[in-house]
């Protein structure tokens, strides 16, 4: 069971797009229940993305998810400063494991 | 409104067990799956496991020998223990909840983090 594989680092101006891939195997991101999460310095995850790209209540339309073939996406648009975090996605994995991806930091220019 | 707090010891001594847990208020333990996973300081996620209402137990292949997860149904509590623990397993710990039954009550387990806790820092150290 190997992590899932996000950039390091991405980044954007205000009101611009981004979107942070996070790629796996036909073993985990192939099973299409792929999540993202905001993750805000010394602060605790929060679900923005589940099953591909459904959007829990509460989380502005500006962020979707999208996945084609062994990689899902996650797109920020209208790009604000408080969007600025580090993001992570995770996969089920088969034998009823999850995995996460190593995270990818979001940088607002 | 779920509300997961993690607790326990702040530092552990290598090679001993680390023992947490997570008191769940807020909501009903048998709604949930209970899960914890960690960060190592500057790193990444890493899912350790979970445990049902009913005892049943997935953890991570990884971890798997050293770990044992298991709900208290009166305290209203999941505990973690982790054994033989190195200066690797120095991490903030969270305990998460994924929902066991779909908005009409079917049992439909989503596969989504839903509620975090604030999580709580473990330092291996001697």
């Not at chain 2, 847990?21 to 333990?29: D, Y």
């Not at chain 2, 044992?68 to 305990?95: G, H, N, P, W």
């Not at chain 2, 806790?117 to 330092?123: A, C, E, F, H």
Request: charge should be neutral; aromatic fraction near 12%.
């Amino acid at each position: 069971q190997s992590a899932l594989t996000q950039p390091r680092s991405v980044s954007g101006s205000p009101g611009q797009s981004v979107t942070i891939s996070c790629t796996g195997t036909s073993s985990d991101v192939d099973y299409n229940y792929v999540s993202w999460y905001q993750q805000h310095p010394g602060k605790a995850p929060k679900l923005m993305i589940y099953d591909v790209n459904e959007r829990p209540s509460g989380v502005p339309d500006r962020f979707s998810g999208s996945k084609s073939g062994n990689t899902a996406s996650l797109t920020i648009s209208g790009l604000q400063a408080e969007d600025e975090a580090d993001y992570y996605c995770c996969s089920y994995a088969g034998s009823y494991t999850r995995v996460f991806g190593g995270g990818t930091k979001l940088t607002v220019l | 409104q779920v509300q997961l707090q993690e607790s326990g010891p702040g530092l552990v001594k290598p090679s001993e067990t680390l023992s947490l847990t997570c008191t769940v208020s807020g909501g009903s333990i048998s709604s949930y799956y209970w899960n914890w996973i960690r960060q190592a300081p500057g790193k990444g996620l890493e899912w350790i496991g979970q445990v049902y209402y009913s005892g049943s137990t997935i953890y991570n292949p990884s971890l798997r020998s050293r770990v044992i997860m298991s709900v208290d149904m009166f305290k209203i509590q999941l505990s973690l223990e982790m054994s033989s623990v190195t200066a690797a397993d120095t991490a903030v710990y969270y305990c998460a909840a994924r929902p066991a039954f779909d908005s009409s009550g079917h049992y439909s387990p989503a596969e989504y983090f839903q509620h975090w806790g604030l999580g709580t820092l473990v330092t291996v150290s001697s």
